[in-house]
């Protein structure tokens, strides 16, 4: 297994591709880069997650399904915002494709996977409806829920400090230490360096 990261949009959103085998699954794709369709050609990509439906996580959406004709599955509480991001886009002065609609949704329990790795969904809102995280095998792929040093933004429709705190302490702070946390922004962090270290882990948690 081999998981690749690509930095895309103005907000240096972190889209990740994860591999086994002879298959790719695509997450968050802000925009679809040379990049990362290069990263995919010679893959088959069955699936497309959207960890949240915010325009800088979903803004690929289009031009990967229509380059790999993957499906796409997000949480159903994700759809109202996904079915408007070209409007998104508007509001910050970008052209952006509309999403299709998703294929598949996914809820708190259900399984993704690509080749042979098996990732399991939890439900982590609070910075935004509907957003998911994925488990596997040692690491997260978290979205906008926990950084390096800092946490996802709660001040956007949806939004709540209290939520996300909670999502922290039970989807995240309930894996161990050297879980590694791959962030929809940022560098790679780990469990136990932010159950140490991050200050709102150890203002509202501790």
């Not at 972190?14 to 050609?41: M, R």
């Not at 069955?46 to 915010?54: E, P, R, S």
């Not at 933004?153 to 400090?161: E, F, I, V």
């Amino acid at each position: 297994m081999e998981i690749q990261a690509f930095v895309t949009t103005p907000f240096s959103e972190n889209c990740y591709v994860i591999k086994d085998g002879q298959e790719a699954l695509v997450i968050d794709p802000g925009e679809a880069t040379p990049e990362l369709l290069q990263a995919l050609e010679g893959y088959t990509v069955k699936t497309l997650v959207n960890t949240h439906a915010h325009i800088d996580h979903v803004g690929g959406n289009a031009k990967i399904i229509a380059h790999t004709g993957c499906e796409l599955i997000c949480h159903a509480e994700c759809v109202p915002m996904l079915e408007n991001v070209a409007i998104q886009g508007q509001m910050f002065g970008m052209t952006v494709e509309n999403s299709p609609p998703p294929d598949r949704l996914l809820d708190e329990g259900d399984t993704v996977t690509v080749g042979s790795v098996t990732l399991k969904v939890v439900n982590c809102p609070g910075h935004a409806p509907g957003h998911i995280a994925l488990v596997g095998d040692g690491f997260i792929i978290g979205g906008d829920v926990l950084f390096q040093g800092s946490i996802g933004r709660t001040d956007l429709p949806g939004g709540s400090l209290d939520v996300l705190m909670a999502s922290i302490r039970d989807a995240f702070l309930t894996l161990p230490d050297e879980t590694i946390v791959h962030s929809g922004h940022g560098p790679d962090t780990t469990i136990g360096a932010e159950r140490q270290s991050n200050p709102f882990i150890l203002s509202h948690l501790s």
